[in-house]
T-cell receptor
Framework: AQSVTQPDIHITVSEGASLELRCNYS??????LFWYVQSPGQGLQLLLK??????LVQGIKGFEAEFKRSQSSFNLRKPSVHWSDAAEYFC??????????FGKGTRLHILP | DAGVIQSPRHEVTEMGQEVTLRCKPI?????LFWYRQTMMRGLELLIY????????DSGMPEDRFSAKMPNASFSTLKIQPSEPRDSAVYFC???????????FGSGTRLTVV
């Protein structure tokens, strides 16, 4: 069965600094991979997804993620964070049966 | 489109009472998912439907929980009787087929006292 690990529960970065959130997955074949963001009191919103092709995926709000098969990773990056990026970020993996499994999430804090 | 609509936004109920959560998915989305979110367990998939048919309910915690989708535009999640450990935020999400691009509702925060 597929699974997702987000090793960092909390991450704190300064506004304007670069960001990388880690995600590792477990799945025997090529997975479908996703990043979602959840602002306080809201549902989750899709940032980006990887199905196949180019391993560097661009998403909304200036985020990107890179699929590395050899490392079973799908890390999320942003070159310069804004205070509005403070939220919880979820990595997710799908196995083609139309349901996806979410990681535990990483809460991002932004220092002014 | 107004997105996925959940009601109520907040529900406070006494232990033993019946609770019904409601969801209206996005028109044209074939899939509907019910998730529960808690600090301890994160996001848990409870059940999902395809074309109104339940596909996988293995995440439903026990017989006190039931879900229905009588038509393409409405689903309910019912807890009877409710217990304090059911307190959580319950999310509904819908998706086109084979997309993984879920659209989530804003959730229902359930508190059982």
């Amino acid at each position: 069965a597929q699974s997702v690990t987000q090793p960092d529960i909390h991450i704190t970065v300064s506004e304007g600094a670069s960001l990388e959130l880690r995600c590792n997955y477990s799945y025997g074949a090529t997975p479908y991979l996703f990043w979602y963001v959840q602002s306080p009191g809201q549902g989750l919103q899709l940032l980006l997804k990887y199905f196949s092709g180019d391993t560097l995926v661009q998403g909304i709000k200036g985020f990107e993620a890179e699929f590395k098969r050899s490392q079973s990773s799908f890390n999320l990056r942003k070159p310069s964070v804004h205070w509005s990026d403070a939220a919880e970020y979820f990595c997710a993996v799908g196995a083609g049966d139309d349901k996806i499994i979410f990681g535990k999430g990483t809460r991002l804090h932004i220092l002014p | 489109d107004a997105g996925v609509i959940q009601s109520p936004r907040h529900e406070v109920t006494e232990m033993g009472q019946e609770v019904t959560l409601r969801c209206k998915p996005i028109s044209g989305h074939d899939y509907l998912f019910w998730y529960r979110q808690t600090m301890m367990r994160g996001l848990e998939l409870l059940i999902y439907f395809n074309n109104n048919v339940p596909i996988d309910d293995s995440g439903m915690p026990e017989d006190r929980f039931s879900a229905k989708m009588p038509n393409a535009s409405f689903s309910t999640l019912k807890i009877q009787p409710s217990e304090p450990r059911d307190s959580a935020v319950y999310f509904c999400a819908s998706s086109p087929p084979y997309a993984g691009s879920y659209t989530f509702g804003s959730g229902t925060r359930l508190t059982v006292v």
